[in-house]
């Protein structure tokens, strides 16, 4: 294993020390319990605090900011955070009308976010992100969480900022989950520092389909063909899922899992737009690059977001992040 750490139990709290430093002009680094939030908080407004293991980045610390998140939770890599975690950062950011917990679907984060919300004063909802069509929906667990997190925590977030209650804002986190399905191909595993090797093995002439985002097996392991091919396999099961239909509009969000070229991806891109274009959907509105990564893994998911006149303005409403910025 080769990676550019000094120490594994060191590894977290100086990525931090370093992330806050490089962006402190828009977030600030608690360090006991550690959470990232806004250095510009807004009164009267809905907190959105999002949150899980470490290892997904930008996801989630790198959406903290103007439009976006008011905090996030990092765990240790693929770990979930603690609830003293949330509910130190729920104490820092409240405005005063509440907060949303924005969770994506694994079981400790379901937990841990659930007790914090337990414990504390203010007034605070949740919504749960299961966007991974790869999983069954009578699956024992559920589906999990995954790239379609960063529309939600988008959409949200751009209503929280323009005066949206916390009724308000849930119910739209629920609409976007439900018009969002994603799914993922991996030509590799990745690894874990504490590891210190693949967590799962896999031949060079074959792709994982349906993998998930910690480092997990897919649904099957298939022969690597063309791009084409295991571009058009997800999007067929995104399509089935969500039954596009011709006229409509999406988003589409073509997410890297760390390891794979902006080349690869924008190939990646053109396929499932040339297939969305066959089937007359519409891409109004796109995302391509490394927004919810594995690591190392190579890889990429796709994730199409049915839209409509309201949800387009608010991707389109201003955001600063670290990973996400325009119109500020």
Known sequence: MKKLIDSVDTLLETSLQGFTKAHADIVQLNQQPHFIYRKQAKAGKVAIISGGGSGHEPLHSGFVGYGMLDAACPGQIFTSPTPDQMMAAAEAVDGGAGVLFIVKNYAGDVMNFEMA???????T??????????LPKDHSIGRRGVAG?????????????QGADLAACKALAERVNAATASMGAALTSCTVPALGHPTFSIADDEVE???????????ETVKLTSATDVVEQLAGHIQQELNLQAGQRVLLHVNGFGATPLLELHLVYEV???????????????LVGNYTTSLDMAGCSLTVTVLDDALISLWDAPVNTAALRWGC
Do not use: C
């Open 117 to 123: 919300a337990e414990f504390l004063a203010m007034p």
């Open 125 to 134: 909802a949740s919504v749960l992100i299961n966007d991974d069509v790869s």
């Open 149 to 161: 997190t960063t529309i939600v925590e988008k959409m949200v977030g751009a209503a929280a900022e």
């Open 209 to 219: 389909m349906g993998v998930g985002i910690h480092g997990e097996r897919g649904r």
């Open 272 to 286: 499932a737009w040339q297939y969305l274009q066959k089937l007359g959907v519409v891409v109004e509105r796109s």
